[in-house]
């Protein structure tokens, strides 16, 4: 949706935000709900008020920017339930007896205050029986749970232009907006538990559909195929990383040179063969040695290698260098 204002004759001034909101209206095609089902036991009041507040049965919920939460309990008998929901702190058990929301199958929906906060939101609800329910008596319930927000596109959705309306149904969205662009509702669903022991009688059904379970394990086999390549290549990476001490160094030599070898990108710039090389310096010249490593191949074609040759005594200033190979391997050329 766009809104331009006239200026002159065939003119148009955009007018992107608008010191008012209008009044949008969108269909609920589908709305999924949360549902959760616990238990609460009637809190006896002679206890410590610490121990009536750890008896206290609270949920937290959290919910994003600018969205309004709704909760509508299920009741299946005349039961009733007390029950406080605020935001940003956790109520406890006086608040409960004091000041709650009665629910019950004539008055099944939790009024929640719409804070129009541009933060995440965390609400903390409480619950206990109906005051009449005898003491230590525990009664299960279960509500249901969505929340709605309105949203506009600038450069990705975003919820700060919009507020969600009174006027919300379950079937039709009220979204007061001053922003002119794209519009959506979104109806975000909490995900439910998943309970091993209760849900385990849903795997004898796995079979029902053999390709959708023959795909899913060719999947995990691809995944754990894949994982296993990982944990090989990060096993060559570290060997890469480490510097290579000769083998043909003597013990107890303490002049160390590093000698780093960069082999170029090009096709066949690496080499099969065995290459040796000699340090010719200001006052001593190293004995022949050979860049080879036990570990893993080394002067492969865009690779680096470093390695470490010793000399029992400093060779001085190093003027020249002598490299060599033997010319074997299917790749000797370098």
């Not at 331009?4 to 209206?25: M, R, T």
Request: aromatic share 12%; hydrophobic share 40%.
């Amino acid at each position: 949706m766009e809104l331009a204002q006239k200026v002159l004759g065939h003119v148009y001034h955009a007018v992107p935000v608008l010191h008012k909101p209008i009044d949008i209206y969108m269909n609920v095609t589908k709305l999924e709900k949360g549902v959760v089902s616990e238990k609460v036991t009637q809190v006896d009041p002679n206890m410590d008020f610490i121990d009536r507040d750890l008896n206290l049965v609270v949920h937290r919920i959290i919910t994003p920017p600018l969205s309004r939460l709704y909760i509508t309990f299920k009741f299946d008998d005349d039961s009733a339930l007390r029950v406080v929901i605020e935001q940003g702190k956790r109520p406890d058990y006086d608040s409960v007896v004091e000041r709650p929301q009665k629910l019950s199958k004539e008055n099944p929906v939790l009024e929640i205050p719409y804070n129009v906060l541009e933060t995440e939101n965390y609400y903390y609800m409480a619950i206990l029986p109906a005051s009449e329910v005898p003491v230590n008596t525990s009664m299960s319930y279960s509500f249901e749970i969505y929340y709605m927000l309105c949203q506009v596109w600038e450069k990705q959705w975003s919820n700060h232009y919009c507020l969600i309306g009174n006027q919300t149904t379950e079937s039709r969205m009220h979204c007061l907006c001053t922003h002119m662009s794209f519009f959506a509702g979104a109806i975000a669903v909490p995900p439910n538990d998943i309970n091993p022991f209760s849900d385990a009688h849903l795997f004898l059904t796995v079979f029902d559909n053999p390709w959708v379970v023959a795909f899913v394990l060719i999947i995990l086999l691809l995944f754990l195929l894949a994982l296993l390549w990982a944990a090989y290549k990060d096993r060559k990476d570290k060997l890469f990383r480490d510097v290579i001490v000769l083998d043909d160094n003597f013990p107890g030599e303490s002049h160390g040179y590093l000698v780093a070898v960069h082999t170029g990108a090009r096709m066949s710039a690496g080499t099969s063969a065995n290459v040796g090389i000699r340090l010719f310096g200001a006052l001593y010249s190293s004995r022949a040695h050979i860049l080879k490593s036990p570990l893993r191949k080394v002067l492969k074609r865009d690779n680096d290698d470093w390695f470490l040759i010793c000399y029992p005594v400093s060779l001085g200033t190093i003027r020249s260098i002598q490299l060599w190979h033997d010319n074997t391997g299917r790749s000797a050329d370098w």
